[in-house]
């Protein structure tokens, strides 16, 4: 059964950066599965922040656009969000996500992991 355990969260100031892991275990097939990270923050919807595939062929919605940047490691089994120029905004819960369910292998969640932009 696939586990996702994320690291990184943590208390920043306000234009500083954070990078965030997601570390894979339970399968041996990593590379049929897209990466995603996700956030929600107090009071709102989970929201889809940044995609990445086997081939790491990414794409980010609007509140990641320009100040987000996602990766994966295959060989570590492993993805990042690198989130630069933090804002009080970019306070929320994040959440990595692996989805197999295109070669039929499900998906499961991280545990979530707590960014706080604060001065």
């Known amino acids: 059964q696939v586990q996702l355990v994320q690291s990184g969260g943590g208390l920043v100031q306000p234009g500083e950066s954070l990078t965030l892991s997601c570390s894979f275990s339970?399968?041996?097939?990593?590379?049929?599965?897209?990466m995603s990270w996700y956030r929600e923050a107090p009071g709102k919807t989970r929201e889809l922040l940044a995609t990445?595939?086997?081939?790491?062929?990414?794409t980010y919605s609007d509140p990641a656009k320009g100040r987000f940047t996602v990766s994966r490691d295959n060989a570590k089994k492993s993805a990042y969000l690198q989130m630069s120029d933090l804002k009080p905004d970019d306070t929320a819960d994040y959440y990595c996500?692996?989805?197999?369910?295109?070669?039929?292998?499900?998906?499961?969640w991280g545990q979530g992991t707590r960014v706080t932009v604060a001065s």
């Open positions: 339970g399968s041996d097939f990593y590379n049929d599965y897209l």
């Open positions: 990445i595939s086997p081939y790491n062929s990414s």
């Open positions: 996500f692996a989805d197999g369910s295109l070669w039929s292998r499900g998906s499961s």
